[in-house]
């Protein structure tokens, strides 16, 4: 069974919707090849688009790591956004571990070639002062290549605090393509952390696409080829990290999301969107109606109503292992993913 989402739900792909975070407007980056940086195999230049002088090209091995010390000003969720390219053909997974405690694994996948960088965002809690954030490998081909680590740091509890900090959500550049007139509609976000006077340069498998950056838009449309696409931010002349696209559309115009019935006497009803593990993906929340349901207005018994997640990406939530049902007439709220999972008040005949 599949959720389908269409063009209408573009947006859904990208990230955040209920976890706000108190940010600066300018990450603080952390290169790989960095003072009290440490990669578990050698730091290279290669592979061209990298940020620095160099990117981290662990061993192949599951445990292969890179080490990098974070400073915080204040403790806080904090954002942190890896870059990397990975010109195999699978994902290559990586456990963060802030300060000894695991965060969550990121998939890191494909980029279409070593020279497409693009990013992965997860979020953090962080202490006050040094922080410690390993990247660890676990599968046997190692970690992809790694470029910098971008931190967006805490500050003022208040939009608009005066001091340059202000909330935000943790917003990806949302990069989405769409089959339309015999080629691939790219389009993306503009962030409300961009320059005004930003432009775009989109890629194809790591080459070039418009001949100069785009401004007063944010689509392409590529009419010669297909392939892997990702779009980078130019201010003042610079390039910035490449966002790799997180939504393709069939020919059709629509996704299929696979999900996980409960079982046979159930059947999808509603759904909504929603970031809730706060790690900036959306999770997809499905209600699962009973065969037997009834309208408050018939005589009769109505089983549980469940909601369950199924994760965008690979997330903390999702799929037949997480789910909160309760008892006819109450509701449950779940700890670990906030949701809210409600059943149907039984009427007596």
């Avoid at 990450?27 to 940020?51: F, K, L, Q």
């Avoid at 805490?154 to 990069?175: F, I, Q």
Wanted: net charge negative.
């Amino acid at each position: 069974m599949a959720l389908v989402a269409g063009l209408s739900g573009l947006a859904v792909v990208a990230s955040s919707a209920l976890a706000l975070n108190t940010a600066y407007a300018d990450p603080i980056r952390y290169e790989a090849e960095g003072s009290g940086a440490v990669c578990d195999g050698v730091i290279e230049s290669n592979h061209t688009g990298h940020s620095g002088s160099g990117f981290c090209n662990t061993d192949n091995a599951v445990g292969a790591t890179l080490e990098l010390r974070v400073d915080a000003a204040a403790a806080g969720t904090m954002t942190l956004v890896f870059g990397y390219a990975n010109g195999g053909t699978d994902s290559r997974p990586g456990e963060v571990v802030v300060n000894g405690a695991s965060v969550r694994t990121a998939q890191f996948g494909a980029t279409g070639a070593w020279t497409s960088w693009t990013t992965q965002t997860v979020t953090a809690q962080l202490d006050p002062g040094s922080n410690t954030v390993r990247l660890q490998a676990t599968g046997a081909d190692g970690l992809a290549n790694i470029d910098y680590l971008d931190v967006t740091t805490g500050g003022s509890e208040e939009p608009g605090g005066g001091d340059g900090v202000y909330e935000v959500e943790a917003l990806t550049r949302g990069v989405a393509v769409v089959p339309s007139g015999g080629g691939n509609l790219v389009s993306w976000r503009l962030l409300g952390t961009d320059d005004e006077n930003v432009a775009f340069n989109v890629y194809r498998d790591g080459q070039k696409l418009n001949s100069s950056p785009i401004t007063g838009a944010t689509n392409y449309l590529d009419t010669s080829g297909d392939g892997n696409y990702s779009v980078a931010a130019v201010t003042g002349g610079s390039e910035g990290s490449r966002s790799g696209a997180e939504a393709e559309l069939s020919s059709g115009g629509y996704l299929d999301i696979p999900i996980d019935r409960p079982s046979s006497s159930y059947e999808a009803n509603d759904a909504s969107v929603g970031d809730l593990d706060g790690d900036g993906d959306y999770e997809y929340v499905v209600k699962w109606y009973p065969a037997n349901a009834k309208d408050n207005s018939q005589s009769g018994y109505t089983d549980n109503t469940s909601s369950m997640p199924t994760p965008s990406r690979e997330t903390g939530c999702g799929g037949s292992t997480w789910g909160a049902t309760s008892a006819p007439g109450r509701t449950t709220r779940s700890t670990r993913c906030t949701t809210t999972t409600v059943t149907a008040m039984p009427r007596s005949p």
